[in-house]
């Protein structure tokens, strides 16, 4: 019998493959999405989504989707004890695992595998061990599209920020940056690929930069000036 799953959605490239590889194993039934937002501002914390496209993501992918609210600023301790909340609900819906779209890190596989220890329910990494390089150009190769959303500038130019992730964005990145941005150097919005219904209709905003990065606001279709 397929494991009832929930996965962690954080509107990027990732967890939008990483759902792409669990709806092909028989063994794995994903049954929603939960994603961490900002109470503050309403926004998906670190990538600065809008809380509507990430509404628009999951019905394109014909998922429930669970919004975790987090305060702003969030403490370590505030962030586990709003987690160990949604993961109290997620026991008595009877859901048996969470998958992340992790690659590489291992001090954040071990995170998320300590903070799910002993509560019942069990972390999956469908994309674990994969080679980014590799893992970047099977994405694009099957039509995932996503734009960059935010970038390190520690890491990366300004002028990233906003640009589609492709084989254009890959050949112009310097050879120092992981090709999945694994080490935070940048983050993306998937907005069509195999996974979707359909696309997800996006304008590109401002570019702003808070807290020491670089966001494009990125707009739903209808409201772009």
């Known amino acids: 019998m397929s494991k009832k799953t929930l996965l962690s959605w954080s509107t990027g490239k990732d967890c939008a493959w990483a759902l792409h590889t669990l709806r092909q194993d ?7 999405l939960f994603c961490t937002v900002n109470k503050i501002f309403n926004r998906v914390a ?27 600023p969030c403490s370590n301790e505030e962030y586990a004890e709003t ?5 109290e609900t ?16 291992e001090d954040v596989r071990q995170y998320r595998e300590k903070h799910l220890s002993g509560s019942g329910i069990t972390p999956i990494f469908p994309l674990w061990g994969n080679s980014t390089q590799e893992l970047s150009q099977k994405m694009i190769n099957a039509g995932l599209k996503a734009v960059i959303t935010c970038i390190d500038p520690r890491h ?13 964005f ?10 999945c941005g694994e080490n935070g150097e940048f983050h993306s919005f998937a907005f069509d690929g195999p996974m979707f219904k359909t696309p997800v209709a996006i ?3 401002e570019v702003v930069e808070r807290e ?8 739903p279709h209808s409201s772009a000036m």
């Open 26 to 32: 028989p063994t794995t039934n994903v049954l929603g």
């Open 46 to 72: 670190m990538h600065g989504v809008r809380t509507e496209l990430l509404q628009q993501q999951a019905d394109s992918l014909g998922l429930p989707l669970h919004i975790i609210e987090i305060p702003y």
């Open 83 to 87: 987690m160990s909340m949604f993961v």
């Open 90 to 105: 997620a026991i008595k819906n009877e859901i048996e695992c969470f998958a992340f779209g992790d690659t590489i890190l």
């Open 156 to 168: 990366l130019a300004k002028s990233f920020v906003g640009r589609e992730y492709n084989e254009s």
């Open 170 to 179: 890959l050949s112009e990145i310097p050879e120092n940056i992981d090709p």
């Open 203 to 205: 304008s590109k905003g």
């Open 212 to 219: 020491d990065f670089v966001f494009m606001d990125l707009l």
